[in-house]
């Protein structure tokens, strides 16, 4: 099940609570100096496509 997959089952009172920030970097680093600037050539879009479609980690 992809990250993406999940959010999608949620229901809105799980969404609510969730602690998932959706304007934050989903993988928790700040904008500066990101260490996967170059993985994705500087995009924060391709980037969090990247993470929507990775395996869930529980």
Not at 1 to 24: L, V, W
Not at 30 to 55: A, Q
Request: hydrophobic share 30%.
């Amino acid at each position: 099940m992809t990250n993406f997959e999940k959010i999608k089952q949620m229901s809105i009172d799980e969404m609510a609570r969730s602690c998932m920030s959706f304007f934050d970097c989903p993988y928790g680093t700040p904008y500066v100096g990101c260490p996967m600037e170059e993985r994705f050539n500087d995009s924060c879009i391709d980037c969090t496509k990247h993470w929507l479609e990775s395996e869930v980690e529980e």
